[in-house]
C-alpha cells in the first residue's frame, strides 16, 4: 500500500501543478473574489479526479532532479491554456478603451476589484456582459472540460520543451493575440465609424457657424451617439460573444493539438 502511494504522489503532484497554475491566471477562477483556499482545494479535487480518470495510463515518475523539470513543464503548460483564455476575454477591455477614448470617458477610468487593475467604464460593462454570458452558456464547464482533455491529448510524458524549441507554440500564442486584437477592432468599429462621422460633421460645423462652441457641444454630442450605439448594438452582442468563444475553444484545441502531434 505504501509502494502505491509513493508511486502515485508524484503523478498527482504534477496533475495538481498544471490544474493549479490554469486557476491561477484564467478568468473567473483567478478573480480576488474567489477565497484561495476554495482555489486550492478545487484545484486538487478536479486534480484528484483527473487522477482516477487516467488509471491504469499513469506514466511512472521517479522523484530526482529530472522531476523540477517536469513540473516546470506542467506549471508552463497551465499558464499557457489560461493565457489563451485571458487574451481573449481581455478584447473587451481593449475594445471599450477604445470606444470611450472617441466618446470622451477616457478620463473617468474605474478600479475592478477583480482583476485589481484599472480599466474603462465602457470595457468593464462590455466584460462583465462577456462574463454573464459565459456563465450562462456554463462556459465555465466547457473549460474544465477543457483542461481535463488537456491530459489526453498532452499527456504527462509529452514532448513539451521540443514543441517550445521549434516555435509552434510561440507561433500559435502570437496568432491568437494578433486575431483577438483583430476581433477588438471588428467589434469597436461601428461606433468608432460612428463617432468618426461625428467629428466631421463637428468640424464642418466650427467653420462654417464658428459662433457656436464646437467643444462643449461635441462633447454632449458624442456621448450621445456612443450610448445609442451602445443601446443599437446591445441586442447583437450574444452573437459576438458566441463567435469569440468558438475561436476561442479553437485556439485551445490547436494547442492541443500541436503537442498531440508530436507525441
Not at 486584437?181 to 457657424?209: C, E, H, N, R, Y
Request: aromatic letters at 14%; glycine letters at 8%.
Amino acid at each position: 500500500m505504501t509502494q502505491i502511494f509513493l508511486n502515485a504522489l508524484p503523478v498527482f503532484l504534477l496533475i495538481f501543478c498544471r490544474v493549479t497554475a490554469f486557476f491561477v491566471i484564467s478568468p473567473i477562477f483567478s478573480y480576488k473574489s474567489v477565497p484561495t483556499i476554495l482555489k486550492i482545494g478545487l484545484g486538487f479535487f478536479i486534480s484528484f479526479i483527473i487522477f482516477t480518470v487516467l488509471g491504469d495510463n499513469q506514466p511512472v515518475v521517479a522523484i530526482d532532479l529530472s522531476y523540477v523539470i517536469l513540473i516546470l513543464r506542467e506549471v508552463l503548460i497551465g499558464i499557457m491554456l489560461g493565457y489563451i483564455v485571458v487574451v481573449f476575454f481581455s478584447v473587451m477591455h481593449t475594445v471599450g478603451g477604445v470606444i470611450d477614448l472617441q466618446i470622451g470617458f477616457a478620463m473617468a477610468n474605474v478600479l475592478d476589484p477583480q482583476t485589481g487593475v484599472t480599466v474603462s467604464l465602457t470595457g468593464n460593462f462590455k466584460y462583465m456582459l462577456l462574463m454573464l454570458v459565459f456563465l450562462m452558456m456554463n462556459g465555465h464547464h466547457f473549460l474544465l472540460t477543457g483542461l481535463m482533455d488537456s491530459f489526453v491529448y498532452m499527456p504527462l510524458e509529452n514532448d513539451w520543451f521540443s514543441r517550445m524549441g521549434d516555435g509552434s507554440i510561440a507561433q500559435m500564442l502570437v496568432e491568437a493575440f494578433a486575431h483577438s486584437m483583430l476581433l477588438g477592432i471588428q467589434i469597436a468599429s461601428p461606433i468608432m465609424v460612428a463617432l468618426f462621422v461625428t467629428d466631421l460633421g463637428l468640424g464642418f460645423l466650427a467653420k462654417t457657424a464658428p459662433q457656436f462652441n464646437v467643444f462643449v457641444i461635441g462633447f454632449a454630442i458624442k456621448i450621445f451617439v456612443g450610448l445609442a450605439m451602445l443601446i443599437v448594438l446591445l441586442p447583437g452582442m450574444g452573437v459576438v460573444f458566441e463567435k469569440l468563444f468558438s475561436i476561442m475553444f479553437e485556439y485551445m484545441e490547436r494547442f492541443f493539438s500541436i503537442v498531440f502531434n508530436a507525441t
